[in-house]
């Protein structure tokens, strides 16, 4: 077994991943970087083993409000990128700050475990070459991602169709001169159905609850870069946002959408300026919760059935390590429970890196809590005050960093949270940390 005690091993080499290994290069801490693909990217590499990449995926919030500040998207690139163009982008990052030659790829860890407490070293099992390897290391920083592993709920009956979960879908041709229904209007699911319009004979959207919608252009402008430098409290922001967004997508009804029960960025809103225009134009039916499934019939819970030639379950993602026993996560519900979404109360050796979302905060959001997590690290090292007073705050008990905002309790909002309130507090720290390293 090869001893590396002073050095992390760093788990993905996705944009989270690739920012760690980065801030961790710049700040002198050793790492091994493990990666399943053979190249970077992650979810957004569609040839990568595990990525859900489809063929016409495209970044939903603006290239300017999603880049790392130090390292801007060229100016050539589309206000809202593809999946293709996001690719190359996390390539172009990795061969700039030299990433490459820190990882191993096609290398997927199969097994960490700690060999006792913070200090006492990781045990690191992976395969790679048709071969087992392992080493010790001093930590683990995991950055496998958030949406790789399918979240399906059971749904009663048997469907006898063509059934998949957007896991599963590439291009719009699986759909050709079929029956569709797509399950759940997340930003998927309403991507997925204005794929289908073009290919399939029919197209419904299954909804359990209503959403909100953004278009991705207001006043000729990505809508996510409205609002400047103001930044308006919650109590005024709802409203006049939502007055905008009445300006531009209409009653919702009007469409035959069922209204939101949540009041505006309770969960995460759908960024899609297609799907309304399709529903305005009859091209998508909005069909309501699913009650079970009859052979080719769908069965829906106002008493309605149609049948289908392929279903669509566009049901979101869980998040997943499967390398690591749960319960040293500190798992609480939908998600492990962690300071600032990514320090363990009781662990210093053991992080999850990129296990946060929020409205608006871009790669850069994650990079700072990379940049957070990895000075924690070196302050550590170098005893610190500031590393000791975050080790003192985070075992102290803390709440997930809401901003008091009262987040839908599902699975995929288990892990979200006010941006204003999460950077604030991220770079806080930071500040501290880099003002005594200097």
């Not at 399939?200 to 909100?212: F, I, N």
Request: hydrophobic share 40%; aromatic share 12%.
């Amino acid at each position: 077994m090869t001893e590396t005690r002073d050095s992390f091993a760093l788990i993905g080499a996705g944009p989270m991943g690739l920012a760690a290994a980065k801030v961790m290069v710049e700040q002198g801490i050793a790492f091994q970087g493990f990666e399943l693909s053979d190249g970077v990217g992650g979810l957004w590499d569609i040839d990568a083993p595990r990525s859900t990449m489809y063929e016409s995926a495209h970044l939903i919030s603006s290239k300017t409000m999603t880049e790392f500040a130090d390292f801007p998207m060229r100016e050539e690139v589309a206000d809202y990128p593809s999946h293709r163009e996001m690719k190359r982008y996390f390539d172009e990052f990795a061969d700039h700050f030299g990433l490459r030659e820190h990882y191993h790829f096609g290398a997927e860890v199969t097994r960490v475990e700690p060999l006792g407490g913070t200090g006492d070293g990781w045990r690191v099992v992976w395969r790679q070459d048709g071969a087992e390897h392992e080493a010790v290391f001093a930590g683990v920083m995991i950055a496998n991602g958030t949406l790789s592993e399918p979240n399906l709920p059971p749904f009663e009956g048997v469907f006898t169709g063509e059934f998949l979960h957007s896991s599963e879908y590439r291009s719009a041709r699986q759909f050709t001169d079929k029956r569709v229904l797509v399950i759940g209007a997340g930003n998927s699911g309403c991507d997925i159905a204005v794929d289908a319009v073009h290919h399939a004979d029919t197209v419904d959207l299954s909804m359990r609850r209503g959403y909100h919608f953004v278009p991705k252009y207001i006043f000729g402008k990505p809508a996510d870069t409205l609002g400047g430098a103001i930044r308006l409290p919650m109590w005024l922001k709802r409203p006049i946002d939502g007055m905008i967004l009445r300006w531009f997508a209409g009653d919702a009804r009007k469409y035959g959408l069922p209204e939101p029960d949540y009041k505006l960025y309770e969960s995460h809103p759908v960024v899609n300026s297609l799907i309304l225009f399709h529903l305005g134009h009859g091209d998508i039916t909005i069909r309501p919760d699913i009650d079970r499934f009859e052979g080719s019939e769908v069965l829906f819970n106002d008493g309605s059935r149609v049948e289908y030639d392929l279903v669509l379950a566009a049901t979101g993602y869980r998040l997943h390590y499967p390398f690591i026993d749960a319960d040293l996560l500190n798992w609480q519900g939908h998600a492990p429970h962690l300071y600032l979404n990514a320090m363990h109360p009781e662990r210093d050796d053991l992080f999850v890196l990129g296990m946060v979302e929020a409205t608006g905060l871009g790669w850069q959001g994650r990079h700072e809590q990379a940049e957070m997590v990895v000075r924690y690290v070196k302050g550590l090292r170098q005893g610190a005050a500031a590393a000791k007073a975050l080790k003192a705050e985070k075992a102290a008990g803390f709440a997930r960093a809401t901003g008091g905002m009262n987040y839908l309790d599902l699975a995929r909002m288990a892990y979200y949270v006010d941006k204003s309130t999460y950077r604030k507090a991220v770079t806080r720290w930071i500040g501290r940390l880099r003002k005594e390293a200097a």
